[in-house]
């Protein structure tokens, strides 16, 4: 059987212009998924009510298929089938999000739901059982109501309530748990919570503040993360031995032409989207990046304003930040073209024009190798986990093969980035089943399983895609055809959709 398999390889290899790339030794492979886009049970046994059911419930129509996360794809009830699948596909861990509300109905640390602790107790000793690691998102968007409803991320009071939350998470789970993520793609948290109300770009909360609520959320979250990070670090590394870190999502930014201006844009889009985060946790210096708090006192000025609408971090805030990440997560799903677009100062003002840049989707998977370098250049490279990548079905419901494709180009893309000599120890697939895509319901299906919406019992059927992901963790060898690479399609094109303004 096994020199079976052997002839089968080497005449594809003989038959095609292939190049072989084995996985190196320390890559492990994932799938991952979240919460509120796959347990449903949204009131389920004590669970508090979270800013997305409130917001599906309240505002379907900023929902393109009207749907909500009430049962989504039943997790709640599914998640040994769940761990099933994973243990299928032969992955190394599987990365997961705790419902804050699930386990803290109020937001608060005082009140416990014995339920919720019950239910993430079940999946990790599970996935324990089954030698598959679990991989752990503190925060994957799903705040609980109550804190929304003193402010959300704008109220510093925040960063103190959520490491209280993750203080409970690390006492109840820590002991088995030894990857933890804080935060989970703060742009979506802070930006496209706050500038794109009434849309279906927006998420939850779905307010508008104008290109000063990010930069409030933002500092909120900054400093949730690195509190998070030194209480983990002082009270529970001693005796759980684990990792943290923080998932950051980043296309990557290619000038469109060889302009001087495109050049200068496309830095300014990857410092102000992606720099905004990971400059103040690995940078030298912390803090901001420093064209970004230059444009934006500019800006502020111009407008008006009696101060920088992006309050800079003081010395200390700097120190407390600084250094806080075992490990960078990042997901990344395309890249994208830039060219400048700069504008007069005008009120109200807004985070787009804050960057100042036009972007246009596009591109092929060779940006993931130039965004894994530029990482490694700016930051020393730290170590990486790519916590996402992945991309949405073409054609028919289960022989997804432009995912297989896609996969494969980013896959071989890493592993030259590996080669490069960017530190990356994971790589994880976006997602384990099609599940609820936010503002886009279940209109994208993004799953190596498909799943049955119109099912009660929500049945899970494998892809095409699930094959091609067990031969990779079982050979650990990736063959590609070398004019294969370039590959258009991917999730972020979709998020090009029109934008439905609601009246
Ligand atoms: C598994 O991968 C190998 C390359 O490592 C390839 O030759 C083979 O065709 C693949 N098998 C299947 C069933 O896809
Ligand atoms: C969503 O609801 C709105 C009004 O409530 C309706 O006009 C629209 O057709 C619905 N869309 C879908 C996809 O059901
Ligand atoms: C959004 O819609 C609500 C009512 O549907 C309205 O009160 C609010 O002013 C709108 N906000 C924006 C920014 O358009
Ligand atoms: C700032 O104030 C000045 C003086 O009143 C005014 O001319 C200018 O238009 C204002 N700038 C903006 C961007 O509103
Ligand atoms: C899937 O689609 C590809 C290309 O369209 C085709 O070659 C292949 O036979 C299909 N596989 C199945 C199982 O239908």
Not at 14 to 34: M, Q
Not at 235 to 261: A, C, H, L
């Amino acid at each position: 059987m096994k020199f079976l398999t052997l002839f089968i390889f080497l005449i594809t290899l003989f038959n095609c212009d292939c190049e072989v790339l084995n996985l190196p030794a320390h890559l492990k492979i994932g799938v991952a998924t979240s919460s509120y886009q796959i347990e449903g049970g949204w009131d389920a046994n004590g669970k508090g009510e979270s800013i997305w059911d409130r917001y599906t419930h309240i505002k379907p129509s900023l929902i393109i298929d009207n749907s909500t996360g009430d049962v989504a794809c039943d997790s709640y009830n599914k998640w040994r089938t769940d761990i099933e699948m994973v243990k299928h596909l032969g992955v190394d861990f599987y990365r997961f999000s705790l419902s804050w509300p699930r386990i803290l109905p109020s937001g608060f640390s005082n009140t416990i739901n014995p339920d919720g602790v019950r239910y993430y107790n079940d999946i990790i000793n599970e996935l324990i059982k089954n030698r598959i690691e679990p991989l752990v998102t503190l925060y994957h968007w799903d705040l609980p109501q109550p804190l929304q409803d003193i402010g959300g991320f704008p109220n510093p009071i925040l960063a103190d309530y959520f490491q209280d939350y993750a203080k409970v998470a690390f006492e109840l789970f820590g002991d088995r748990v030894k990857r933890w993520i804080t935060f989970n793609e703060p742009p979506s948290i802070c930006v496209e919570s706050f500038e794109d109300a009434n849309t279906t770009a927006a998420k939850a909360p779905g307010f508008q503040s104008h290109g000063i609520g990010c930069y409030l959320c933002g500092k909120t979250l900054l400093m949730a993360h690195a509190k998070t990070y030194h209480l983990y670090d002082k009270m529970f590394r001693p005796q759980q031995e684990g990792k943290i870190g923080i998932s950051v999502n980043s296309p990557w930014y290619e000038p469109q032409t060889d302009s001087i201006d495109d050049k200068i844009a496309a830095e300014r889009a990857i410092q102000m989207n992606y720099g905004w985060w990971v400059h103040p946790i690995l940078s030298t210096t912390g803090g901001y990046p420093p064209l970004m708090q230059e444009r934006i006192d500019a800006l502020s000025k111009a407008q008006n304003f009696s101060r920088s609408r992006l309050p800079p971090l003081s010395e200390k805030e700097k120190r407390i930040i600084k250094g806080t990440a075992d490990f960078l997560g990042l997901n990344h799903y395309s890249s994208t073209y830039v060219t400048s677009g700069i504008t007069p100062p005008k009120n109200p003002p807004s985070f787009k024009e804050d960057v100042g840049v036009n972007i246009r989707y596009g591109g092929s998977a060779t940006g993931f190798r130039k965004l894994l370098n530029w990482i490694k250049e700016m930051y020393k490279n730290p170590l990486i986990y790519v916590t996402e990548n992945g991309v949405a079905d073409k054609g028919s419901a289960l022989n997804d093969t432009n995912r297989i494709t896609f996969l494969r180009n980013y896959m071989v893309q890493l592993l030259k980035a590996i080669e490069d000599g960017v530190n990356v120890e994971r790589y994880t697939i976006w997602s384990l089943m099609d599940n609820m895509e936010w503002s886009l319901g279940y209109t994208i299906k993004m799953g190596l399983y498909h799943v049955d919406f119109s099912d009660p019992g929500r049945t899970r059927t494998a892809k095409s895609s699930v094959e091609f992901v067990r031969n990779i963790t079982k050979n650990r060898r990736i063959v590609y055809e070398n004019e294969n690479v370039e590959n258009e399609n991917n999730r972020d094109n979709l998020f090009t959709f029109p934008i439905h303004l609601v009246q």
